[in-house]
């Protein structure tokens, strides 16, 4: 099985600051590199957040990012498995908020800052880079307990 290009626990205190939660830690998060423009699919089943029913869903961007003209768009993807996972740094997001999705299914495109570092940053919700690396990286996942 192919490796992929990743980096662990990359920026999310950024995402800490902004989002005002102290849940996200840099140790729950991955970045996958890839280039600008990449489909971005659902790592799970599950329901893509919906800020009019949750005041603590995040579809879009934050009134924060509203003020950087360089912010890319985010998500959180409440999962059929019970974690809620969290997408970011995306150009797109093609689903919308409310829908249910399936595992592999199209959800957005990886976005760069400012036209550079093109990633997708993927966090889990009081969870470890494991849980995103057993899904779509097995082959790095090997040391995970």
């Known amino acids: 099985m192919k490796s992929l290009n990743y980096r662990l626990g990359e920026g999310p205190a ?20 890839a280039a600008a423009g990449m489909p971005v ?8 957040c919906d800020p009019a ?34 997408y970011t740094h995306l150009q797109n997001i093609v689903a919308r908020p409310g829908q249910a999705v399936a595992k592999g299914e199209l959800v957005g495109y990886v976005g760069a800052y400012n036209g550079r570092n093109a990633h997708l940053h993927l966090a889990v919700r009081d969870g470890n880079p494991c849980d995103v690396l057993v899904k779509c990286a097995p082959a790095d996942s090997r040391s995970c307990k």
């Open 53 to 86: 029913k949750d005041k603590q869903c995040v579809w879009g961007k934050t009134p924060q990012e509203l003020k950087d003209r360089f912010s890319l768009n985010s998500f959180y993807l409440n999962g059929s498995d019970g974690k809620q996972y969290y």
């Open 14 to 33: 950024a995402h800490v600051k902004r989002l005002g939660r102290s849940r996200w830690q840099d140790y729950s998060s991955v970045d996958f590199l």
């Open 41 to 48: 699919y659902a790592l799970v089943a599950g329901t893509v």
